[in-house]
Structures are given as structure tokens and as C-alpha cells.
T-cell receptor
Framework: GENVEQHPSTLSVQEGDSAVIKCTYS??????FPWYKQELGKRPQLIID?????GEKKDQRIAVTLNKTAKHFSLHITETQPEDSAVYFC????????????FGSGTQLTVLP | DAEITQSPRHKITETGRQVTLACHQT?????MFWYRQDLGHGLRLIHY???????NKGEVSDGYSVSRSNTEDLPLTLESAASSQTSVYFC??????????FGPGTRLTVT
């Protein structure tokens, strides 16, 4: 089955700096890669996703890049703000079981004012 | 507005008891999922369903069961609760098989 590894597990940045979270996946058939943000005590919420037919997607201050050859994808947050502080999860979904997601272990992002 | 709800939000039970966690969605989504969330493990898939009468085992299905008698509900049953099942449980649903919407979660403590 799919295995997703996520790094780093914790990340602290100064407000206004950029943050990068990286994930690798094992199943070359995976074709969908969402990122979820989870604030303390809340449910995970989708912030951005990318499909395997594109290499990069951007939505305001967040962007995701995908390298299918290397089987890794990354979340980039620019101009970080205190409200970006949360746990971020990457996930991957394979073609064979396209509706299932395998999640990474999460990154606790802290934006220091 | 359409939504996904879980009940109860908090539950304390004793080892060996049967526990059922409810999940209800009003989006009419065919796909529903149960995850457990533990520190350091992210979200791990317990069971999932692609439609009425369809259920499938996920990565960590031992000790859990689900049934799907209608589109809206996917209850999760712990047959005989164990301390290792203390966790936060999230239900999710999706239509196209891609974006999954999560419920608010149930915090279960097994003493």
C-alpha cells in the first residue's frame, strides 16, 4: 500500500518568513495530493490540492509543487502570519483506490510574532 | 446548509464495553470514511464505504466494524473497547473521490 512520509514534524518561523513542508510517497500510481490544515481542537480542512497532471498550483500565499519522478511534493507558505499556526497534513491517493487517502504524520507549524 | 456531524463529541467508556460512534452527512455523498488520530501518527484509515451496503477495511480495522444501511450514515462500532482505542475519531465524506470533508471529531477515552 501507499506510504507517505512528511518532514519536518515541527517548524517555527518568524512572521513574514516563508515555510516549506515536504512529503514523499511510495506508490507511483498516486495521482491526487491534498494538503489539510488542522487548528487545535478542530477538524482537518482542505487548503490546497494538486493532481498528477500539473507540477505546481498556487492560491494566494500558499502553493504546492509536485515532482512525480522523485515522488515528492511540497507545501509553500509565503508571508506567514500568526493565524497560519496549525498542524498541516499531506496526503496521497492512488489510482487503484482513488477514493482513499494515506496521510503523512503531520507538521506543527508555529509562526512567531 | 449541508454538513457532516458526529456524536457523541466526547465519550468515556470502560474496557470491554461495546461503543458506537455516529456519523451523519447531508451532502448525499457516496463515499464515507472513518479515521483515528493519534499523536505522531497523523490520520489512519479504519474503515470506508463507497455506497449503501458497501464496507471495506482500512489500515487499522482490527477491533472495529461499520455498516452502511443508507447514504447518510456510517456508524463505527468498537466491539469490545480496549485502552489502545483511546483516540480522536474523525468521520469524512466525499463525492468525486477526491476532496474529503471531515466531521468535528469524537474524543473517546477507554478506561
Amino acid at each position: 500500500g501507499e506510504n507517505v512520509e512528511q518532514h519536518p514534524s515541527t517548524l517555527s518561523v518568524q512572521e513574514g518568513d516563508s515555510a516549506v513542508i515536504k512529503c514523499t510517497y511510495s506508490d507511483s500510481a498516486s495521482n491526487y495530493f491534498p494538503w489539510y490544515k488542522q487548528e487545535l481542537g478542530k477538524r482537518p480542512q482542505l487548503i490546497i490540492d494538486i493532481r498528477s497532471n500539473v507540477g505546481e498550483k498556487k492560491d494566494q500565499r500558499i502553493a504546492v509543487t509536485l515532482n512525480k519522478t522523485a515522488k515528492h511534493f511540497s507545501l509553500h507558505i509565503t508571508e506567514t502570519q500568526p493565524e497560519d499556526s496549525a498542524v498541516y497534513f499531506c496526503a496521497a491517493s492512488s489510482t487503484g483506490s482513488a477514493r482513499q487517502l494515506t496521510f503523512g504524520s503531520g507538521t506543527q507549524l508555529t509562526v512567531l510574532p | 446548509d449541508a454538513e457532516i456531524t458526529q456524536s457523541p463529541r466526547h465519550k468515556i467508556t470502560e474496557t470491554g464495553r461495546q461503543v458506537t460512534l455516529a456519523c451523519h452527512q447531508t451532502w448525499n455523498h457516496n463515499n464515507m470514511f472513518w479515521y483515528r488520530q493519534d499523536l505522531g501518527h497523523g490520520l489512519r484509515l479504519i474503515h470506508y464505504s463507497y455506497g449503501v451496503q458497501d464496507t471495506n477495511k482500512g489500515e487499522v480495522s482490527d477491533g472495529y466494524s461499520v455498516s452502511r444501511s443508507n447514504t447518510e450514515d456510517l456508524p463505527l462500532t468498537l466491539e469490545s473497547a480496549a485502552s489502545s482505542q483511546t483516540s480522536v475519531y474523525f468521520c469524512a465524506s466525499s463525492e468525486e473521490g477526491y476532496e474529503q470533508y471531515f466531521g468535528p471529531g469524537t474524543r473517546l477515552t477507554v478506561t
